[in-house]
């Protein structure tokens, strides 16, 4: 139960960090925000371990990718099913255009892993 709710708590913290900086998702109210991350939570903590032993043999081989498609699973999960969540086109750094489809998908997803093991790592126990 802690460590659901520390999820939740970290993982709503990454999606108004990633909303700020890259302007991506659109949410309908606070409340949507915290389903969002409740859904996230609940998939990195039930179904990604068994993704991650099902797919371990292609991680081998691609020498850990799936586990980017794995995250883009779950953001693709949460968005589906939370309708007051949705992604917009991803702002990129140093200028670069705007990418939309599955591509922002995917980069928003690398960012949202990227500011949630960044917020993990800081609130880590002593």
Avoid: E, W
């Avoid at 702002?91 to 960012?111: D, M, Q």
Wanted: hydrophobic share 55%; charged share 10%.
């Amino acid at each position: 139960m802690r460590k659901i709710l520390r999820y939740t708590l970290i993982y709503t913290f990454a999606l108004i960090t990633i909303d700020n900086l890259a302007q991506s998702f659109s949410f309908a109210s606070n409340q949507t925000i915290l389903t969002v991350a409740l859904t996230l939570s609940l998939f990195d903590i039930l179904i990604k371990p068994i993704l991650k032993f099902l797919l371990f043999p292609i991680n081998l081989i691609t020498l850990g990718s799936v586990r980017i498609i794995i995250n883009l699973i779950g953001l693709l999960l949460a968005q589906r099913l939370n309708p007051g969540f949705s992604l917009q086109a991803t702002l990129l750094p140093f200028g670069l255009p705007p990418i939309s489809g599955l591509l922002s998908h995917l980069v928003t997803s690398l960012y949202l892993s990227l500011c949630f093991h960044l917020y993990q790592f800081f609130l880590k126990k002593k």
